[in-house]
């Protein structure tokens, strides 16, 4: 609408303009007759300033809609395929695409699309007015405009798709840039830094030449484009001067054409400027449809939920099964009990099959077969929310939040007061580190836990579970990256955890297992051995082979 | 030029002609594209100029019934129309050329005063993403030719060229049409610039507060879902989301107005262009096709404004991130290169005496005196608490720091006498950080030794015992390892750095937390394979871990805040009541 609008004011401004020529120079009136009509294009120009602010405003509009629901779509999908799902993949990738890639498609609304549409009214709405005028300019419009569209795709065709291939060599030198910086220190180290130079050299040359080869394609479309636009506004104009000598038309009508052919060009040639914004998108595209297209998990049909009990918590795996994907089972069958009140441990390698039982615990994934119970009641038939608030985790790789340290702990119980936060941070063994932070509980963390160290994340995780004071208490590998002041410090503080809850512990190494009551030894996704520490010690199966293992390599069982 | 720069203080001048230096080496190249790029905006206006006043003269002469000479506009009309068309088809060549061997210069620029600077002077910059930071500020070096130079160029020389054109038929046209050129290509681009500074920054702050959130949001959803909080995170990337849009709704209102006035300015160019003309029709000053010729020349001259905002843009940007390569380049190495050739070592033992250390003036020293020997063949293992300064001495060793006070002796002579490229040489390094390239398994061996055969590198991976797990890779040896070694396993990654050692063949190897992070499984095989890289060699182990000292080496010395508090055999330093013992039962509890 505001395109057309702008259409017809271009055609009107052009003809006040060519009778203000005509007036003055064919007929050669007065300057003061003259001016009065002049004087009229002046509201004009006001009107069109006016229109572009509305039509810049119309496009955001839009778009600024369009990448408010499709972020919101595209964030909250993420969230329903669920943790497991996102673990599987790079997450800044999928932050930039929530952020960046989705602001890509807002180019492609905002500005791709109104152009694409002005680019076939604005020709239209000129031929309209130049048709009636003069049908001999009319027609070489008319005949070289399909041209360009026409060469377009053609060129464009072939361009875009060698266009593509240039973009991902442009990808791989970058990321062969980017390599050699981040392994600069190694390289040093082989005393091949030197010789990287000259790779980086290289490939960069291989680039040029490669790109330069395509490029002398591509802008072929460029040069047809031009040629046409340019050669047919030299046509009209020369036939027009022609016929003008001629006495076949008249001098407005024949400069009013010619005011108006370079206007007609115009839309169809700032189409390609703005065709980066439509590559630009579809990239995007790919990244975000990909990621809507995955399917979410299948929900399981709603049951009866009945309440999570107030007590103890004991927890039984029945014959559980569980795969990741279809051929490569991480539980074949495991059953074992991990009593309530009691502190289990289990044990294994990786690949054995504990994250995963900790992930079903979790209900980040339900088991395929068998049965988790929790006090005898079916895991599955608690409401998901209210059996959460009854664990408590501390993973292997704890996620820092953007915020400050007490933020961090207090996402536990927002409602806790800094007191409860303190003798959390205190329990976890993380208060002194956190007093000797530049402001302390209020010190700002950056993005990803940037600024503390593997053990300080850990302790923080484990301040979380403290301040949580949830019956069941989950640990997966609580001890790993400390040091041994440290980590003999938080085994200290996990006995207290354990006191009064259930707790179950995934370890990798031993010199966690001091705390333990009973021992479950997981062995690909079965359940080898299980019973008390001291007992199975002495059996000399599975777990004495293992703790023998740890012993060598600096653990006590 | 340079008075168009957003804050022209003197260190961004410099910064600026630095810049312009930089891009000194392809003037050539650089000027042809302007040069073309010029004639391709002049052959437009020379198009539309000849243009009106070739159909005004022929209606003035088919209405007088007289005849004209219409040959040469005729011909000038087809010259300007291939001129603009081949001249636009060259100008882009010429100029993605020059774009291109730039790029490739720049890297190789950035890369040469980098490598000496790795990876002492880089430590305050570390973040993850300082090499990411890099790259994107020299791709938007990349476009400083293309996307400044060769508009700002074109553009004072075109302007110049036109409005001297213009002041031969009237000064009066030709003074308004530089006033309207000057406010559409500088006075309107400054303006909205400053207008859109406060909303530009928004929009930075509230894309990386976005992304950070989001991060938050997917990668924490586990604890989130835990400790409660999935709601409010969603709520908040929504309402981040929301201040972004706002943010880009600033801007591209902006945008609007300045696309808007560009209109405007343009339309009153034309406007006022006619009006002065007007009078000078009747006084004869000015022939009747010479306004229309006018009128259109002053139209198309705009052309030469139009990239002019995204000109100043690009170099706002540019010149930020000029800014901070410099800065990172500008630093001193942190160990300097003797004058003179490497001597030849004795053999490769080590000799250390009251070494000192600090990373710089103001951090607390880290060694404090470290007394340390390592005899030729000998096997030591240096153990103490995180932050005692074991890694430190590694940094020293290999030269990428430099010591305050004491001597360390390699084969009989100062460190300092070696060239560092001789040194390293002589040392090979297994660290729980080595880096993996996106590259194949091969080519991540061959780092270690070019000219290796393929018997050699099979050799090294079958004890580093590596060689079966390649070999089940699908294209084996030929495999791409992917970003960061993002196929192979903490434990696996591990032993191919320990294979790349054994290629490197060196007489003193330095082990640094080799098992670092490893479950107990995979540190045991890991060990069984460093047991055989160790032979015939002078071994320096560095570690926290204590009980696997027995078996690999003959001595251990502790290491307690920057000195060396004990040493001996394993089995002494057991049995007395010392340092070593009381590390050992921390540990073990």
């Known amino acids: 609408m505001l395109g057309m609008a702008n259409g017809i004011l271009v055609i009107l401004q052009a003809w006040l303009l060519a009778f203000v020529i005509n007036a003055a120079v064919l ?531 | 030029m340079s008075s168009r720069m957003p804050s022209p203080g003197t260190s961004s001048r410099a910064d600026f002609w630095r810049l312009i230096k930089l891009l000194l080496p392809y003037k050539g190249w650089m000027a042809a594209g302007c040069a073309l790029s010029l004639a391709t905006l002049l052959a437009n206006v020379g198009l539309m100029a000849v243009s009106g006043w070739f159909i005004t003269s022929m209606a003035l002469a088919g209405l007088a019934g007289a005849t004209m000479n219409y040959f040469t506009p005729a011909a000038l009309i087809r010259f300007f129309a291939i001129v603009r068309t081949g001249g636009r088809y060259l100008e882009r060549l010429v100029t993605h050329e020059a774009t291109f061997r730039l790029l490739s210069e720049l890297r190789v620029w950035f890369y040469a005063r980098l490598e000496p600077l790795a990876p002492a002077r880089l430590m305050k910059y570390r973040s993850p993403d300082l090499a990411n930071r890099i790259q994107a500020d020299i791709d938007t070096l990349d476009q400083v030719y293309l996307n400044f130079v060769v508009p700002v160029v074109v553009a004072a020389l075109g302007i110049a060229i036109m409005v001297t054109a213009l002041a031969f038929f009237s000064g009066r046209v030709a003074i308004a049409a530089f006033v309207f050129l000057l406010l559409a290509g500088v006075g309107l681009p400054i303006y909205t610039r400053k207008r859109g500074d406060k909303p530009g920054t928004l929009l930075v702050e509230s894309r990386s507060a976005l992304r950070s959130a989001a991060v938050d949001g997917l990668q924490g959803l586990a604890e989130l879902r835990v400790y409660g909080g999935v709601e409010r995170q969603a709520q908040r990337v929504m309402d981040i989301s929301g201040q972004h849009i706002q943010a880009q709704r600033s801007l591209s209102r902006l945008n609007g107005f300045s696309q808007g006035s560009l209109g405007l300015l343009v339309n009153l160019a034309l406007w006022c262009a006619v009006l002065l003309a007007l009078p000078l029709l009747g006084s004869g000053v000015l022939q009747s096709p010479e306004l229309p010729m006018l009128a259109l020349f002053v139209l198309a001259s705009f052309e030469a404004v139009l990239p002019l905002p995204r000109a100043l843009q690009v170099l706002g940007e540019a010149l930020a991130a000029a800014r901070r390569l410099f800065e990172i380049i500008d630093a001193e190495p942190a160990v300097k290169s003797p004058a003179g050739p490497s001597p030849v070592p004795e053999d490769s033992s080590l000799q250390i005496r009251g070494l000192e250390f600090r990373y710089d003036e103001a951090a607390p020293w880290v060694l404090k005196g470290l007394d340390l020997e390592l005899p030729e063949g000998g096997r030591l293992a240096l153990v103490g608490a995180s932050g005692a300064g074991k890694s430190s001495l590694v940094q020293l060793l290999v030269r990428f720091w430099e010591y305050q006070a004491g001597e360390i002796r390699l084969g009989g002579h100062d460190l300092r006498e070696y060239q560092a490229a001789d040194l390293r040489e002589r040392i090979a390094v297994v660290s729980q950080d080595a880096y993996l390239f996106n590259a194949t398994v091969l080519e991540n061996l061959l780092l270690a030794r070019p000219s290796a055969t393929e018997g050699e590198v099979v050799e090294a991976c079958q004890t580093a015992r590596i060689h079966d797990f390649i070999m089940t890779l699908p294209e084996g040896y030929h495999t791409e390892l992917g970003e960061a070694g993002a196929r192979l396993s903490g434990g696996q990654a591990r032993r191919v750095a320990v294979a790349r050692a054994l290629l490197k063949n060196a007489p003193l190897l330095i082990l640094d937390e080799p098992t670092e992070g490893l479950d107990a499984v995979t540190e045991q095989e890991l060990l069984a394979a460093l047991d055989l890289l160790m032979q015939g060699r002078s071994v320096l182990l560095i570690t926290h871990r204590l009980t696997m000292l027995a078996h690999l080496v003959d001595n251990v010395a502790v290491i307690e805040e920057g000195r060396i508090v004990e040493q001996g055999t394993v089995v002494k330093l057991m049995a007395s009541d010392g340092p070593f013992r009381r590390l050992h039962d921390a540990l073990g509890a």
């Open chain 1, 27 to 557: 007929r050669h009136e007065s300057e003061a007759s003259v001016l009065p009509w002049l004087w009229l294009l002046l509201p004009l120009f006001i009107i069109r300033f006016f229109l572009a602010l509305a039509s810049e405003r119309a496009a955001f509009e839009g778009a600024a809609e369009m990448q408010k629901v499709l972020r919101e779509q595209l964030y909250n999908h993420c969230q329903a395929l669920g943790p497991l799902w996102l673990a599987s993949r790079a997450s800044g990738d999928l932050a930039n695409r929530v952020a960046t890639g989705i602001e890509a498609l807002h180019g492609y609304y905002a500005r791709w699309l109104p152009n694409r549409a002005l680019s076939v009214l604005l020709p239209l709405t000129i031929l309209v007015a130049v048709f009636p005028t003069d049908w001999v300019s009319g027609l070489v419009l008319v005949l070289t405009a399909p041209f360009i569209p026409v060469f377009m795709i053609l060129i464009g065709k072939g361009a875009e798709e060698l266009n593509q291939r240039q973009w991902r060599q442009l990808a791989r030198m970058s990321g062969r840039f980017l390599d050699a910086l981040q392994g600069l220190t190694t390289l040093k180290l082989f005393n091949a830094s030197r010789h990287e130079a000259q790779v980086v050299a290289d490939i960069s040359e291989d680039y040029r030449t490669s790109t330069m080869k395509v490029l002398r394609v591509a802008f072929l479309s460029s040069l047809v484009l031009e040629f046409l636009s340019t050669v047919s506004i030299a046509v009209v104009a020369v036939l027009i001067g022609f016929r003008l000598l001629w006495g076949e038309i008249a001098f407005l009508p024949g400069f009013f054409v010619l005011l108006l052919a370079p206007e007609y060009y115009l839309p169809l040639r700032s189409l390609g400027a703005h065709y980066h914004a439509r590559m630009e998108a579809i990239g995007a595209a790919e990244g975000v449809v990909e990621i809507l297209q995955t399917p979410l998990p299948d929900r399981m049909p709603r049951q009866e939920t009945v309440p999570v009990p107030d007590t103890l918590l004991g927890v039984q795996f029945q014959s559980v099964e569980f795969a990741y994907e279809p051929g490569r089972p991480a539980l074949r069958g495991a059953t074992f009990n991990a009593e309530a009140g009691c502190v289990t441990a289990l044990v294994g390698t990786s690949g054995a099959g504990k994250s995963t039982v900790m992930n079903l615990l979790l209900g980040f994934a339900k088991p395929q077969h068998g049965s988790i119970r929790i006090n005898n009641l079916d895991l599955a038939r608690f409401d998901e929310a209210a059996w959460l608030e009854h664990v408590a985790w501390v993973p292997q790789h704890p996620h820092v939040f953007a915020g400050t340290l007490r933020d961090n702990i207090r996402m536990a119980r927002p409602e806790a007061t800094d007191e409860e936060v303190e003798a959390a941070a205190r329990a976890a063994g993380a208060h002194d580190f956190i007093l000797a932070m530049p402001q302390r509980y209020h010190t700002p963390i950056g993005e990803r836990g940037a600024g503390l160290s593997g053990g300080e994340v850990q302790r923080l995780a484990l301040a979380r579970a403290f301040l949580k004071n949830a019956p069941l208490v989950l640990l997966d590998e609580a001890t790993a990256h400390l040091d041994g002041h440290t980590q003999a410090a938080v085994i200290d503080a996990i006995a207290e955890l354990a006191r009064g809850r259930t707790v179950i512990m995934a370890a990798h190494r031993l010199s966690t297992l001091a705390l333990a009551h009973h021992v479950v030894v997981l062995e690909e996704g079965r359940v080898a051995e299980a019973g008390e520490r001291a007992a199975l010690m002495a059996s000399g199966r599975s777990f004495a082979r293992l703790a023998r293992i740890g012993n060598a390599t600096g653990a006590t069982a």
